[in-house]
């Protein structure tokens, strides 16, 4: 099938980067362009067949770096090279040059933007995680903020204003003084994607106008170049199934779990409406082990039902060899039916899209935050890590869909507030009511705005 050209897309480690990229991907063949995907090989089991043999669609892997690949790190010399190597053999592979490649602004664009420089292929900067999260990065470090209790910053909403608890945040989300050794800019910090994107003639943003039109006209007017939002990049069956359940096992690779998908729909069946707090803290980012036992009393404490997502290994930090954190013996058989404890894989589109469920403690990953607002979940907030607080903060401070489960997060969440935090959320039915009709605007189908910020970068490229 001929096209009207090619296009790169270039996703970070993680299925958090990884699963949006493959969105774009179709969305771009969907307009009758080539989608190269360009992953690292560590990726490349979670990159369904189905996907691999969709129409103008191409899977392309390149050698993943030496070392850790828990974002952001520091490249070994010798990965760079070789990743290098990878991408220029790649690009020169190519029978005609590609109009544009989509460049994931985490790391990945700045060890490759000077080979597509070379090779006079224009790179977007593609951010996976939201409009909110850059934005506040780019102005707090505009604003240099030293001891505040209110700080408000210009070009953005009053309601995201600064305080001192958003500028307090937990020691180990913090980087060390060493800011080589992880890479994470602190708060006021300049964000890394500044310089990274100078050379990029556009942004690209997983996010639309309904949920962050301030934030990209915030970032647009600073940086002085077209800056698109272009999500929020779910499947195509999420945005076919408004109104009923999302089956997580019809799009995304299955994993391993102590209970199946139509477990999981059975016991939330037999709940009442929006009676279920869903608590998980994602894939990549996690509490400590002696937060661990403070979620765990709290949700036995609480009279809300519940699904507590506990992954292998939870609570073991960055280190491989140190132990995880085990459930408290006897909790499933005290809890009985009011709790559903799933260790492993957890259907999150399922759950979420369910009736019963009223509440999501979360860590305010970007992707679980769309996937909660876009299906009328309201949230008690507890970021671990960098953007997670900004996301955070937009849900609760500016479009006001959740509680923060604790007012500081710089020392560690006990039990009591957990539970009044529980309490707060599940008890308040305006904000369950707030929660659905914001979440109703998705009900539609991919956004019209995004649409049209995707016709706009094919315009500008081909």
Not at 79 to 85: A, D, E, F, I, P
């Amino acid at each position: 099938m001929s096209s009207g050209g090619e296009i790169l897309i270039l996703p970070a480690f993680g299925q958090g980067h990884l699963f949006p990229c493959m969105e774009l991907c179709q969305l771009i063949a969907s307009r009758n362009y080539k989608a190269t995907l360009v992953i690292f090989s560590t990726l490349s089991s979670s990159v369904p067949s189905s996907f691999r043999q969709l129409p103008l669609v191409e899977v392309v892997d390149i050698p993943s770096p030496t070392g850790p690949q828990q974002l952001p790190v520091p490249m070994h010399p010798d990965s760079r090279n070789q990743m290098h190597l990878s991408l220029e053999n790649l690009l020169s592979s190519r029978p005609n040059k590609p109009l544009s490649a989509i460049v994931d602004v985490l790391v990945v664009i700045s060890w490759s933007a000077h080979i597509f420089h070379i090779f006079d292929v224009p790179t977007i900067g593609f951010f996976t995680s939201g409009a909110c999260s850059a934005a506040m990065e780019y102005a707090t470090w505009k604003a240099h903020p030293q001891d505040i209790d209110f700080l408000p910053l210009p070009g953005l909403p009053h309601d995201m204003a600064l305080t001192v608890s958003d500028l307090k945040r937990r020691p180990s989300s913090q980087p060390p003084k060493d800011k080589k050794k992880t890479g994470l800019p602190g708060p006021g910090d300049q964000p890394p994607w500044v310089n990274d994107t100078q050379a990029s003639i556009a942004l690209m943003i997983n996010t639309c106008d309904d949920l962050e039109r301030p934030f990209l006209n915030y970032i647009s007017n600073e940086v002085k170049k077209p800056v698109w939002g272009v999500g929020p990049l779910f499947p195509e069956e999420y945005w076919k199934s408004a109104g009923s359940l999302v089956h997580d096992s019809q799009i995304r690779t299955n994993r391993s779990a102590n209970i199946t998908e139509e477990g999981v729909i059975q016991w939330l069946d037999s709940k009442p409406r929006g009676s279920v707090l869903y608590v998980s803290f994602g894939s990549s980012v996690d509490l400590t082990k002696e937060e661990y036992p403070q979620l765990a009393e709290a949700l036995e404490a609480s009279t809300h039902p519940f699904i507590w997502v506990l992954r292998e290994n939870a609570g073991r930090g960055r280190d491989p060899n140190e132990e995880g954190y085990a459930y408290p013996d006897g909790m499933s058989e005290r809890v009985g039916e009011r709790g559903l404890i799933i260790r492993g894989w957890a259907p999150q589109l399922l759950i979420l899209s369910h009736p019963s469920t009223g509440g999501f403690l979360s860590h305010m990953g970007w992707n679980s935050t769309m996937e909660g607002i876009g299906r009328g979940v309201p949230f008690l907030a507890w970021p671990l890590r960098g953007d997670q607080y900004y996301d955070a903060k937009l849900v609760v401070s500016h479009l006001k869909l959740g509680y923060n489960v604790s007012d500081d997060l710089s020392v560690m969440v006990r039990k009591d507030v957990i539970v009044e935090g529980i309490d707060k959320l599940m008890g308040d039915e305006e904000m369950k009511k707030r929660a659905k009709a914001f979440g109703a605007k998705f009900g539609y189908g991919f956004p019209l705005s995004s649409a049209a910020a995707l016709d706009a970068f094919i315009n500008l490229v081909k």
